[in-house]
């Protein structure tokens, strides 16, 4: 592993549930942009996307029909790590947030370990026993989980199910920081959430809007790996709108680079976060 010490993983999250066109005109929606955008990402640097659907109105959904048609366009032009989200559409069932897994088979998923106000929308609702059932459909299907920590108690629940055998270890964090009715996106609550961590974690985080810096360069320096991407903010600096996503995994590769570290590829990422084998290896 010490040949990976200095390795950072960079996530793109090139969409998210919420960023319309009019946030951004270059927020890709459809499968093809979104498929277009990753792979131009990949070859930027990026070795892991997150990836969200929107319907044909560019509404959050989770089609597995236009998650099937993004994953095969993905990988049969690139070797990047896809984690696939549960959640970016508030009117979904249990069972449509998990089909897409059972089908794609991913490398990884979102396991989103607790609920919480979205305070612009709504009620982000993930119960206990949703939260056991997922973890066991990932499991089954080879699946690791992201666990997404939008609170200090999320991280708290998942220590609990890794007590009770629905997760395993080592477990992979990704912090967000900055949500509507989350965690501020503050170093001093990202140093406070690192310090939380069960040994042998790997975890990445990221900031939402004004947040996005402060956030990757503190991850950075601590050793962490990083998230960018239009899901999480779609300014690239002051007054100025992002020209893609590439553009954010551009400059993080830079900064990469200036902190004597190196973006990792997707096959160290998979060695990293200790991932099955890539799908069109």
């Known amino acids: 592993m010490s040949d990976l010490a200095d390795k950072v993983i960079i996530t793109v999250a090139p969409t998210g ?11 890709p929606l459809t499968p093809s942009e979104i498929a277009a955008d990753v792979i131009a990402c990949w070859k930027a640097g990026a070795s892991v996307a997150h990836l969200h659907m929107r319907d044909d109105e560019g509404l959050g959904t989770m089609d597995k029909v236009k998650f099937k048609e993004t994953v095969e366009r993905i990988r049969d032009n690139s070797d990047i790590v896809l984690n696939l989200t549960t959640s970016g559409d508030l009117n979904a069932t249990e069972e449509t947030r998990m089909a897409h897994l059972i089908e794609l088979k991913p490398e990884l998923a979102s396991f989103d370990c607790g609920s919480m106000n979205w305070m612009h929308s709504g009620l982000f609702l993930n119960p206990p026993k949703f939260l056991e059932k997922l973890a066991t459909v990932m499991k089954e299907n080879g699946v690791k989980p992201e666990i997404e920590v939008f609170d200090a108690g999320m991280l708290y629940n998942a220590l609990y199910y890794l007590k009770k055998g629905f997760l395993e270890a080592p477990l992979h964090f990704q912090f967000v920081l900055g949500a509507a009715g989350g965690t501020a996106a503050t170093v001093e609550n990202l140093v406070y959430l690192k310090s939380l961590l069960p040994e042998g974690a790997t975890w990445s985080a990221l900031g939402i809007g004004k947040g996005h810096l402060p956030v990757m360069l503190s991850t950075i320096a601590l050793d962490g790996h990083v998230r960018v991407g239009m899901e999480d903010n779609v300014v690239y600096a002051k007054g100025q709108l992002a020209e893609s996503n590439s553009q954010f995994v551009e400059r993080t590769v830079r900064l990469v680079k200036e902190a004597n570290k190196q973006n990792a590829t997707p096959e160290e990422a998979r060695q990293l976060l200790g991932l ?3 799908v069109n290896a």
């Open 276 to 278: 099955k084998a890539a």
């Open 17 to 27: 549930a919420w960023p319309s066109k009019k946030d951004n005109p270059n927020v």
